[in-house]
């Protein structure tokens, strides 16, 4: 039972890293219309400029400050020289430009950090654990992660519904050359957005270091992931993000900690291990597959 | 054969808030010239579109030739003989002449995986593809991209296109939108050869081609029909004047 | 329709010539090596011709294609391994290295495959489309790498080619004109299938789908056929994939080799038919020798495939197509 709760809420921690991920990514298919393969990227910029500002000053803070900052910089600066060239293009040629960039950042974090992976401490102050319940011990940096995720969810919440630029924004998407005729600068509003999504990716990053391994191609297993989350629950849509993000975070985690253990009662040892291993990968794939044949737009499909 | 080849009853349609048709009716004559008018906003291309399916309605029935086609998809409808065009002309640009009118014979005639054989020198195309590009004037252009051809000229290949499957049914969405007054003239006389082939459903704005065409004119304000009648009858009635052509 | 210009003619013809005198001319130059090295571009090139299908004619962009390559390539290395071991998979299935079984069998497989993912997949458009062909392959990516059996992770070896009668397929140069033989078939039987009325009503969904549904043609049959053709075309290059290089693994499925099949036909030009074997000819031979200069060639690669979507578009075919109507 204990280990049941540990391992939602571990699904949920791997949630939060997916709605962050997610909550960029949807926003910048539902307002801008791109598809962005190296979203998975800023991602990786974020746990790279983290862990390497952390190793070399030592403060978490800091080096969270600076992945956000060069994921959000690099961003802007991909979405002014690369994406805006590829708005009014077809999908086809969005997936092969940002392909492309996956391959140079892939490569170009490989150049700068070497082919072994970063490793990355958790913050002193926040290493420990606590008893949550009775028998239940739980890291408290994955609950300070879950924390961050409910307070960005928020925070978007506010920004999309209850701000001015929120309005514009969601305006923009669906009608660039009206609200463009209206005054407000569409140039700069798709680069702050992009510059959002990034920096939400860049903090998932900078998150998930300490707990995974920060490599080079780290961003293309976590966007996959991504993509499952977004078809899931609906294109454009930041409440389809969240719960897209929590099902699969738990699918994904509750799969791997317990398929394995039920096969076992059917299977012998080594198949019931690698079977119960494959079918967890599989798990989330073949969620999406049902809710595509039951709701094709996903379960929270923005109107657009 | 009944009276009617469509008859539309309480067509209703919205989009969230807004309620693009709220009582939708019209009822077409075989062999006529049925034009649906209304000012802008009235709801025309709302009713036009889920006429040909590809909008459901929320409620209300459609009829076609004697058969309820309310929830079918729009290539079914198009089988059974409902063909229309699109207001702004949709063909296809990158094809040539030949390949856009081939495409829609072929589209007629039985399934079409088959693999092997250039489409072009197929039975049924070589049969057909002249004789259907005669008919609106684009034989010599039949190699030429679609693309490069005048508005006007895309418009008839449009309407060649839709005819050539011999439909029961042309709905013609806006065909004199964007031409200038040659265009409008080719294009009425090619809608007045039309009738003797096929029922005509007429949107248009142009009121002249209208009065000058139509044996039915139905109207349509705020998203439902007010006035159905004769030409005369419309340009007489008391509520189509105030609502849409003008006080006296 | 496809040569239309002396230009493409020349490249065309020029090519054909060099690719058949290719063992010829590097067996006397003492380069045997440049033989397995361009079988691999002439598998490749069949790979990218079937995903040029989906992607040039058929509008389809599919981001899972390597899986349908994996398949094939599977379906090879699991045959051999039944017969190798001399035990029947499932139990009544009987292992085969006969060429004449292997193959077709692989074909097949890949194109049940596609039945099923298509079937599925075409029911979304778009944006929705992309991701979900790519998640997909992933899943049978996870799903190769969870039977231990044939290796999981680390992959199947097979010790030997497969046998067909009159030939020998472990001649290198022998399986290079095989390999040879079965592209020019398949560009041949691509190049008629474009031409036909099926090819007619798939070029026309690609462009105007809705078009297409007034006219009376159901878009999502043909869409799925597409798909599952080329995937077939992708299981028979996977086959020989794994006959070239005696062994499979799950990274034959992995999304980035879909990737790098995209580039090519990018490169060599999309809904060209021998645009994707240049395009393929020139990412192996680039990756070869800038390899050896640089192991970072990547770095230069990646905003070099974004230069080219964005100024290139119509990869190298087109921008013969520009220079023929300059000319002509």
């Known amino acids: 039972m204990l280990l049941f709760i540990e391992q939602l809420l571990n699904g949920f921690q791997l949630g939060i890293t997916l709605f962050l991920m997610s909550a960029g990514l949807t926003l910048i298919f539902g307002i801008m219309q791109v598809i962005n393969l190296a979203h998975g990227s800023f991602y990786m910029i974020g746990a790279y400029v983290g862990a390497t500002v952390v190793g070399a000053t030592g403060s978490f803070l800091l080096g969270a400050v600076a992945a956000l900052g060069a994921a959000a910089t690099v961003g802007m600066v991909v979405e002014f020289l690369v994406l805006r060239h590829l708005y009014d293009r077809d999908h086809l040629s969005q997936v092969l430009a940002t392909f492309g960039l996956i391959l140079f950042f892939n490569e170009l974090t490989r150049m700068i950090w070497g082919r072994q992976p970063l490793f990355m401490d958790v913050p002193a102050a926040i290493s420990g654990s606590v008893e949550l319940l009775p028998g239940l011990v739980y890291p408290i940096y994955r609950l300070v992660i879950i924390g961050v995720g409910v307070f960005v969810a928020i925070l978007l919440w506010l920004l999309f519904s209850r701000t001015r630029t929120g309005m514009q924004i969601r305006a923009g998407a669906s009608d660039r050359q009206m609200i463009g005729a209206l005054g407000v600068n569409i140039n700069l509003l798709y680069t702050l957005v992009f510059g959002l999504g990034t920096l939400l990716a860049g903090l998932a990053g900078v998150m998930a270091g300490p707990i995974l391994s920060v490599e080079s191609g780290m961003g293309e297993s976590i966007l996959i992931l991504t993509f499952v989350v977004i078809v899931i629950g609906g294109i454009g849509s930041i409440r389809g993000a969240v719960v897209g993000a929590l099902l699969v975070g738990i699918v994904d985690t509750m799969g791997r900690a317990f398929l394995p253990g039920i096969l076992r009662l059917f299977l012998s040892g080594s198949h019931a291990d690698s079977g119960g291993a494959a079918l967890a990968s599989m798990a989330i794939y073949i969620l999406m597959a049902a809710v595509l044949i039951w709701r094709p737009r996903g379960l929270f499909p923005a109107h657009s | ?248 | 329709m496809m040569l239309d210009n002396r230009w493409k003619k020349i490249v065309v013809i020029s090519g054909t010539i060099c690719l058949v005198l290719l063992p010829v001319i590097a067996s006397a130059l003492g380069h045997g090596y440049f033989i397995s090295l361009f079988t691999r571009i002439l598998i490749y090139s069949l790979a990218a011709v079937s995903l040029d299908l989906l992607l040039g004619f058929g509008g389809l962009v599919s981001l899972g294609h390597a899986a349908f390559v994996g398949i094939g390539g599977y379906v090879v290395g699991i045959l051999y391994y039944h017969s190798a071991e001399a035990e029947p998979l499932f139990g009544f299935i009987p292992g085969s290295e006969n060429a004449l079984v292997v193959l077709p069998s692989a074909i097949l497989v890949a194109a049940l495959f596609a039945f099923v993912i298509g079937a599925l997949s075409l029911r979304t458009r778009g944006m929705h489309f992309i991701m979900i062909t790519l998640a997909f392959a992933q899943m049978i990516f996870y799903f190769f790498i969870g039977l231990e059996t044939y290796g999981g992770d680390d992959g199947l070896s097979l010790y030997a080619r497969n046998h067909i009668p009159f030939l020998d397929f472990s001649d290198d140069t022998q399986f290079y004109y095989v390999t040879l033989i079965s592209l020019i078939a398949f560009v041949f039987f691509i190049h008629r299938l474009v031409q036909s009325r099926f090819g007619l009503v798939i070029r026309g969904v690609a462009l105007n789908e809705r078009r297409i549904n007034t006219l009376g043609i159901s878009p999502y049959n043909y869409k799925l056929a597409c798909f599952v053709i080329g995937g077939a075309g992708a299981g028979f290059a996977g086959a020989l994939l794994a006959n070239q290089t005696e062994y499979v693994s799950p990274g034959m499925m992995h999304w980035s080799f879909s990737g790098e099949l995209m580039v090519m036909v990018l490169i060599g030009g999309m809904g060209t038919l021998f645009g994707p074997i240049l395009g393929s000819a020139t990412f192996i031979l680039l990756e070869e020798f800038l390899g050896m200069y640089t192991e970072h060639w990547m770095v230069y690669m990646g905003p070099v495939l974004v230069l080219i979507v964005i100024f290139a578009p119509k990869g190298f075919f087109g921008l013969l197509d520009g220079k023929g109507k300059r000319d002509g």
Not at chain 2, 29 to 54: D, V
């Open chain 2, 1 to 248: 054969m009944g009276e009617y080849l469509l008859e539309v009853d309480g067509l209703c349609k919205s989009f969230g808030a807004v309620q693009a048709n709220s009582d939708f009716n019209i009822k077409v004559r075989h062999g006529t010239i049925h034009a649906l008018i209304g000012p802008n906003g009235a709801g025309k291309t709302t009713a036009l579109n889920q006429l040909s399916g590809e909008l459901i309605p929320d409620s209300g029935s459609i009829i076609f030739n004697a058969q309820a086609i309310t929830g079918k998809k729009p290539y079914y409808r198009a089988q059974k003989g409902l063909a229309r065009s699109f207001q702004i002309t949709s063909i296809f640009e990158d094809l040539s002449v030949e390949e856009n009118m081939a495409l829609s014979i072929i589209a007629k005639s039985g399934h079409n995986f088959r693999f092997w054989q250039p489409c072009l020198s197929t039975l049924v195309v070589k049969n057909e593809l002249a004789g259907a590009l005669e008919r609106i004037g684009l034989l010599e252009r039949k190699t030429e991209k679609a693309g490069f051809l005048s508005h006007g000229e895309k418009k008839q290949l449009e309407v060649g296109m839709a005819l050539s499957g011999e439909p029961k049914l042309l709905m013609l969405d806006e065909p004199m939108a964007g031409m200038g007054p040659g265009g409008t003239v080719e294009m009425s006389k090619l809608i007045q050869r039309l009738k003797e082939e096929t029922t005509i459903l007429l949107v248009e704005h142009d009121m002249e081609v209208v009065f000058a065409l139509a044996d039915v004119i139905t109207v349509m304000v705020a998203g439902e029909t007010i006035a159905s009648g004769p030409p005369d009858a419309i340009r007489a009635d008391k509520r189509v004047r105030t609502a849409y052509l003008g006080d006296d």
